[in-house]
């Protein structure tokens, strides 16, 4: 299928005129004609009703409109941002959550920025669930997120990491044995609002646990340093807390299917985006290994 068919259906669509379309793309009205009537051989349909004056779209050509722009978007990002893929250069708009910040992302930005010096990426930390939408609504090329129960059928979620969850305490604090231990010591738990909390949550809903909950944070250093204080004890995914410089804390992870959180890269298949999307997926692939 030719992409310069595909333009010239959309031009006449835009136009609604052969006479303007040909203006518009620097062409023959003739030459317009010859590339409608081989993209009609191509896809084994009938696009226009000639019968008409001036010639009206048929339904089929109506209905490949939108996939012809995304095609057509797609070719232009690759055209535009890579020659070979050592030279990829562009701008990427990329969402994360906060304990993603913490080794995986930077890991993955490192290598990205050796590589392909000419990639910009900009980062947005929120919670999963904003930054899913945003993703969803085109504010974000991407994002690193707690994968969530239910996706939104038009995104593409990539698992790029499955976390064992841990219990921590002070290295002074009586160790302990595991999740039951929780219910003889102050609970610092994970905001609830944020993708971890949530998978933490109802990891102790499942194991019908109700610890003392001393306070509630919305942030892995301020709960790890609770914690170094001796002022509690909290459930947090492993990886985050090897990738942290505190030297205070006893981590003991939970041997258990269910205390499990997945990390997934979420983005929008087909956009002109779609080869800096690879590159930096390709990136923390490697970084979550």
């Not at 900009?122 to 997120?145: F, K, M, P, Q, Y």
């Not at 999740?179 to 010591?185: K, T, Y």
């Not at 109802?202 to 790890?224: N, W």
């Not at 269910?258 to 930096?280: C, I």
């Amino acid at each position: 299928m030719n992409l310069k068919a595909l333009q010239t259906l959309v031009a006449i669509h835009d136009a609604q005129s052969f006479v303007e379309a040909a203006r518009r793309l620097g062409l023959t009205q003739s030459a317009v004609s010859m590339q409608i009537k081989a993209l009609e051989r191509d896809l084994g349909v009938v696009l226009f009703d000639r019968a008409m004056r001036p010639p009206a779209m048929t339904a089929a050509a109506v209905a490949i409109i939108k996939p012809a722009r995304e095609i057509l978007a797609l070719a232009a990002g690759i055209r535009e941002t890579v020659q070979d893929r050592e030279t990829l250069a562009g701008r990427l708009s990329l969402g994360a959550i906060s304990t993603a910040t913490i080794g995986l992302l930077p890991d993955g930005l490192i290598a990205i920025g050796r590589r392909y010096p000419g990639v910009r990426i900009r980062i947005e930390v929120g919670l999963s669930e904003a930054l899913i939408r945003h993703v969803a609504d085109g504010t974000l090329d991407a994002a690193v997120v707690t994968e969530p129960q239910d996706r939104p059928a038009a995104l593409r979620f990539e698992t790029l990491a499955r976390e064992r969850l841990a219990i921590v305490s002070a290295v002074e604090a009586e160790a302990p044995a595991g999740p039951s231990d929780l219910l003889r010591h102050p609970f610092i738990r994970f905001d609830r609002r944020i993708g971890v909390g949530q998978v933490i949550d109802r990891y102790l809903a499942r194991k019908g646990l109700s610890p003392d909950d001393f306070m509630e944070l919305d942030s892995l250093e301020a709960i790890l340093v609770m914690v170094e204080r001796g002022l509690g004890i909290a459930i947090v995914p492993e990886r985050s807390v090897a990738d942290m410089p505190f030297r205070r804390l006893r981590v003991t992870p939970i041997d258990d299917p269910d205390a499990v959180r997945s990390v997934s890269f979420v983005y929008r298949p087909r956009t002109r985006t779609a080869p800096l999307v690879e590159v930096v997926l390709d990136a923390l692939r490697q970084a979550a290994k």
